[in-house]
């Protein structure tokens, strides 16, 4: 395991709390924005999320990113919030409360998988799992509150996790529970952008009927790469027909057949008129990655946050929070993340 991340500068965001545990009775009072920081989650709660021993999902990753954002003194631009862990109640927003009993008893000890290979039961990741939910639950709340009007959470975005059960390194479904909390609020569009490698088939698959969520989801054609869906014809179904929008690229596709799949994202979140804008920002559709077979560059990821922050400025008073997702080359996910964050600061 990596050892404890480095601070990104002394300034501390205190997010919405109670006792340092989310709740849902953690001041979620919709304003208009009265400030135009961005917020930073990070800290050793929220590294310790990962599987140690060689996994592609190593503890290691949140690190990696915060040495290039210092580097490039981006560090001194953004405000620091420290992780927040998710009650039981939080996490049963979204999350069967029988599937997150046995993610604690098997967290206890250690040993075998949550899933059926890919997502180690390790000692400890039931509280670091309940770190990541908790920290993007509490950044929603600080964007509702104006308290900020973006939010970065570079351990997050763990959207192959269904409501019973784990998938593809990913324990508990940090974007399900966030829409779950939104929902709770009141709003009714919420916009959603995948763009890492791998099909989002948690988010997909749990919200396809569901007409509040407008998700838009470019990545690696299933036939390919797991998790095998997210095909053109899956658009939602029933009441959520319409509502989401599947792009699967061809391995070896580029930022030019990026950007003109990104031209159809644009086109579907405005006319969704979104109150928020989330974004899971996967660095495994960059060249390189182990993982995946895409090539693009990190252009591409800071085309799509700075295209999606005008959209939030024109109708979700410039609302914001993106979440780090895959990307398992190192030096990758440490510039392509250090991209967001430059485009999420650019007009602040």
């Known amino acids: 395991m990596a050892g404890k991340a480095p601070r990104s500068g002394p300034r501390r965001h205190a997010p919405a709390v109670l006792s340092g545990r989310l ?6 009072r919709t304003v208009t924005p009265m400030r135009h920081d961005v917020v930073l989650y990070q800290g050793e709660a929220l590294g310790r999320y990962g599987f140690g021993g060689g996994h592609p999902f190593g503890p290691d990753r949140l690190s990696a990113f915060l040495t290039e ?4 003194g981006l560090d001194r631009t953004v405000k620091t919030a420290a992780p927040v862990t998710a009650t039981d109640e939080a996490l049963s927003w979204f999350h069967d409360a029988a599937y997150v009993r046995r993610v604690r008893l098997q967290s206890l000890s250690g040993g075998g998988f949550l899933d059926q290979g890919d997502t180690p ?42 409501r019973t059960s784990a998938g593809g390194f990913c324990v508990f479904n940090d974007i399900g529970v966030l829409i779950e909390a939104l929902k709770r609020q009141g709003l009714t569009r919420i916009a959603y952008v995948d763009i890492d ?6 988010v997909y698959y749990d919200f396809e009927d569901d007409p509040c969520v407008f998700s838009a989801d470019i990545h690696e054609d299933g036939r390919f790469l797991y998790p095998g869906t997210g095909g053109r014809d899956e658009s939602g179904r029933d009441a959520g027909a319409g509502r989401k929008l599947n792009i699967p690229l061809a391995p070896g596709a580029g930022d030019r057949e990026f950007l003109a799949a990104f031209d159809k994202v644009e086109t579907f979140v405005r006319a969704a008129r979104p109150e928020i804008i989330l974004l899971q920002a996967g660095a495994d ?19 799509a946050t700075k295209r999606l922050c005008a959209l939030a400025g024109e109708y979700a008073q410039g609302r914001v929070l993106a979440m780090g997702g895959g990307g398992y080359n190192r030096d990758n996910l440490a510039a392509t993340w250090t991209g967001v964050v430059r485009e999420l600061l650019a007009d602040r």
């Open 23 to 28: 709740s849902g009775r953690a001041g979620w």
């Open 69 to 72: 954002l210092a580097r490039q």
């Open 121 to 162: 039961a390790v000692p400890g990741i039931f509280d670091a799992a309940s770190h990541v939910v908790g920290s993007v639950v509490a950044g929603a709340a600080l964007l509702l509150r104006g308290e900020a009007s973006r939010v970065f959470v570079p351990i997050a975005g763990l959207h192959h996790a269904r």
């Open 197 to 202: 490698a791998h099909h989002g088939d948690g």
């Open 285 to 303: 559709s960059i060249a390189g990655d182990p993982l995946a077979h895409l090539a693009l560059t990190p252009e591409a990821h800071r085309h």
